[in-house]
């Protein structure tokens, strides 16, 4: 049995959110439970406890932020499996048969999907395949389908229980929280840290597991683009400070030096004979590596002053789910 969680957190999202369950309810392989976790929202909780009568629907019961929401639903989850889709996404209907079929390997202990962008306009030219992670997407250089992967995207994403009493939960302080800053990565630390903890454990993606993630007009500006890249690097530095640079800038260090510098090869190449866009998204990739950077810089610098400011200060435990 599955358990679907979903994590809710602004009435803005209201249609999305069900439209997001409905792609639940019809699934081929039928979720054995939906669980909607609304974070530290009293009025858009009773909204939703009215409306949905098949669905659980429960507050957060931990610190604001999708890393509590996910916990608390993780904690109330009975499947064997526990999966996440994102409040503003909508799952094709095999999405849950196919995470089914990819845990027939006892050894695979957690399958993401495939997460494909919505746009609500036409994706701007300057877009780079490569930063689709900026929306919540699957991006140009994630290894290909089947092959183990160091993490998961959080909003296409599936575990099996024995996960979380092995690990824990996700972090709480890590990812989307009432900061207006666009963080995250909770799924990423969370994912290495249970690796960590069981080297024999795999994590696959399945690119026949499709979810369509909404992107609104305004995640479409440069601006967005730029602040959610130094996000991310604040981000990286949270992560790296809990299971250590090595394990936690490992897909970076590939991504940064063959992703990312095909990318500005290929797209300044592309850009002298003639093709005006590849040379926009070369200059994107560009900046978007340098606000990551400055970011990573910043978050770590931050974390080594509160380290040298309290000495014998010690991190809390993610709670045991």
Known sequence: MISVVICAHTERRWDDTLAAIQSVRDQSHPAGEIILVVDHHPELFAAFLAELPDVRVVENQEARGLSG???????LATGEVV?????????EPDWLKFFVDSYTDPQVIGVGGLTLPRWERARPMWFPP?????VGCNYLGMPNSGEPVRNLLGGNASFRRDAFEKAGG??????RSASKRPLGCEETEFCIRLTQIDPEAILVIDHRSI???????????????????YAEGLSKSMVTSSVGPQDGLASERNYVFR???RAVIG???????GDASAGLRAAAVTAGLAATTVGYLDGSLSASLTRWRRPSGIASAPKQV
């Open 69 to 75: 929401g996910k916990n608390t639903g993780v904690a």
């Open 83 to 91: 999966a996440f889709l994102d409040d503003d996404a909508v799952a």
């Open 130 to 134: 490569e930063f689709d992670w900026v």
């Open 170 to 175: 996700f972090r709480n302080g890590i990812g």
């Open 211 to 229: 979810i369509w993630h909404w992107v609104p007009e305004d995640r479409c500006r440069f601006r967005y683009f730029l602040s959610r890249c």
């Open 259 to 261: 992703t990312l510098s």
């Open 267 to 273: 797209g300044v190449g592309r850009a002298l004979l």
